[in-house]
């Protein structure tokens, strides 16, 4: 049974910065893709950013790029989201999610973590 864990969330002020840490186990990081997804109040989730483990290859929404970076951890069983220059508008709850096979890397999605918040404001 796979489990995902988010950590990370924080209460910055605009233009700072999080990392976010999606801690996986039950299964490889390896052989899935992985995306976070931003869920804003009173809003659909949203995928920000995707990544496939077989070939690292990385996509973002328009509203991310140049901001925010997915990546994993080789030495532990782990996929980020460094998030840099936020805005109002990232605020929110960000979920990690895993899905089987590493393509395509929009999913869908069936393993989900519990999110974490992140809130920006001055």
């Known amino acids: 049974q796979a489990q995902l864990v988010e950590s990370g969330g924080s209460s910055v002020q605009p233009g700072g910065s999080l990392k976010l840490t999606c801690t996986v186990s039950?299964?490889?990081?390896?052989?899935?893709?992985w995306a976070w997804f931003h869920q804003a109040p009173g809003k659909e989730r949203e995928a920000v950013a995707y990544f496939s483990a077989s070939d690292a290859r990385t996509q973002y929404a328009d509203s991310v790029k140049g901001r925010f970076t997915i990546f994993r951890d080789y030495d532990k069983p782990a996929v980020y989201l460094q998030m840099n220059n936020l805005k109002p508008e990232d605020t929110g709850i960000y979920f990690c999610?895993?899905?089987?096979?590493?393509?395509?890397?929009?999913?869908?999605?069936?393993?989900w973590g519990q999110g974490t918040q992140v809130t920006v404001s001055s």
């Open positions: 039950g299964i490889k990081v390896d052989y899935y893709a």
């Open positions: 999610a895993a899905h089987w096979p590493p393509y395509p890397l929009d999913g869908p999605y069936d393993q």
